[in-house]
């Protein structure tokens, strides 16, 4: 009784007015101005890591909502590096040898987000030459076998066509063909036939059949992103190399992966590129046509670089007479072109090494090399592939390392049509002079730049010209 009546005296005491009434917010009107308010706070900052090819680093302090275009801009413009509208965000995740090439209009927390603790993940900073690759050259992309399209799409649409149907919201062309599939929590695979339509991606359960009641659904990608294998068979297992992956965005791990492998590099391109289109669309023919953005002249799906030279303009000229003549010749153009560069070695006889002192060339012809960019001093052929893989399947695509075969020679490793190839580099000895060769001593060089650099104007015996090399970068 005595705590009830002491509630009661509290409650019947008169409330206390508020001294400062001014200060108060009335429901009708507001007292205190925008002015006193306190600002917005500026965009949240973070701390990136990105690593190099040669596994040296560097930290970034970028806002939150920065995108990996932005990311590889940063980077350009702190390495002094030439923008060629390739330089790419890689993701790679360690321990399952799998990666992807972040798309430009990614946001970068929202990536890293994604990203699990017992996972060891990356990001690296490296050129991609095949990003927008079929933009330009859809026929390597998209083989017709593997392609089909709707009943009233004339069948002999151009591959210009098939980018717009990829790009159009209505309709779709279908890809389809054999892959391996491992199965759901066990180590076996399966080879299956699978399909590619708006709605995601199936396979059969009977055969080649396309009827409704034999396909099943293997996977959508709008909560997914898609990875491929590093590693080919090693880890996990494959039947071939050429595996690709469906990871869930913030997945517990290896066993919520979907796993895919193709029986060559040509079929996995395709599948891989199909994806791309079908999950990000006009996404990425905006992400392709924003370094031509504000240039006249510029017609959908068919851009020129910001310099264009025609290969066929390009022609051998003789500036020894009175008058410049166009050598016409085409044997007559690869002996002079040889000449000119035995005589500007000769003319550059004596050259100044890392500390300024002159040493001869002849001395130097065995190690000039090792100072470029192009040139890989002792990794193996497998590694080799992998740089080149990384860098894009794109026709020129090239480096030269030492060969591990015969200590004595190189190889020259070049990817044409999908594929990566090998060539092999002599040295010969003539006359007390050591040369290298590509084609049994026919064209001979005084030493690898002077080879690489005549390979990079013709074609001699290789089956594209040296266009991009792949190069360990340091940040």
């Known amino acids: 009784n005595r705590r009830k ?51 040296t680093s560097r930290a970034l302090e970028v806002p939150s909502d920065i995108t990996a275009r932005d990311v590889c801009q940063l980077l350009i413009l702190k390495n002094h590096y030439v923008d060629d509208h390739s330089w790419t965000l890689f993701e790679q995740l360690t321990h399952t040898g799998l990666g992807r090439a972040i798309e430009d209009h990614e946001l970068l927390m929202e990536v890293q987000s994604n990203w699990v603790m017992e996972e060891e993940t990356k990001l690296y900073f490296r050129k991609n030459y095949a990003k927008y690759e079929f933009f330009k050259n859809p026929l390597s992309f998209f083989p017709d076998h593997m392609i089909s399209f709707p009943s009233e799409t004339n069948s002999a649409l151009s591959h210009s066509g098939i980018l717009q149907m990829f790009l159009s919201s209505s309709t779709y062309p279908e890809i389809h063909g054999y892959l391996h599939a491992k199965e759901q929590g066990k180590k076996s695979w399966k080879k299956l036939y699978f399909l590619l339509r708006r709605s995601g991606l199936y396979f059969s359960t009977k055969g080649t059949s396309k009827e409704p009641r034999h396909l099943q659904f293997f996977c959508e990608f709008s909560n997914s992103d898609m990875y491929m294998s590093l590693t080919g068979k090693k880890i996990s297992g494959a039947p071939t190399n050429y595996g690709f992956c469906f990871k869930p965005n913030k997945s517990g791990g290896t066993r919520d992966l979907k796993q895919l492998c193709a029986d060559d590099e040509q079929s996995r391109t395709c599948w891989m590129t199909a994806i791309r289109l079908l999950k990000y669309g006009m996404q990425l023919y905006q992400n392709y046509m924003q370094p031509y953005q504000g240039r006249s002249g510029c017609s959908p799906l068919n851009i020129t670089p910001m310099r264009s030279i025609s290969e066929n303009s390009l022609v051998a000229m003789d500036f020894s007479g009175h008058r410049s003549r166009i050598i016409e010749n085409p044997t007559e153009a690869l002996s002079v072109a040889v000449e000119e560069g035995l005589a500007w ?34 990794i193996s052929r497998e590694e080799a592939q992998r740089l080149i893989l990384q860098h894009g399947l794109v026709d020129g695509v090239f480096l ?20 990566i190839k090998h060539f092999q580099i002599v040295p010969l000895e003539d006359d007390g002079k050591l040369f290298y060769t590509l084609d049994d ?25 040296l266009k991009h090399y792949c190069a360990r970068i340091a940040l």
């Open 5 to 55: 009546k002491k509630g009661d005296d509290i409650l019947e005491n008169p409330s206390i007015p508020n001294p400062f009434p001014e200060l108060c917010c009335s429901p009708f009107a507001s007292v205190l101005s925008a002015s006193l308010l306190p600002k917005a706070t500026s965009r949240k900052k973070q701390v990136i890591k990105v690593y190099s090819e040669d596994e």
């Open 345 to 378: 070695r000769r003319r550059g006889c004596l050259r100044l090494n890392s500390h300024g002192s002159p040493i001869a060339v002849s001395n130097m012809g065995m190690s000039i090399h090792r100072s470029q960019s192009w040139f890989h001093h002792k």
């Open 400 to 419: 030269v390392r030492n060969s591990q075969s015969n200590p004595k020679t190189f190889v020259l490793s070049l990817s044409h049509g999908l594929k």
């Open 441 to 465: 001593g026919h064209t001979r060089f005084t030493d690898l730049i002077q080879l690489v650099e005549f390979y990079q104007l013709n074609k001699g015996v290789l089956p594209c010209k």
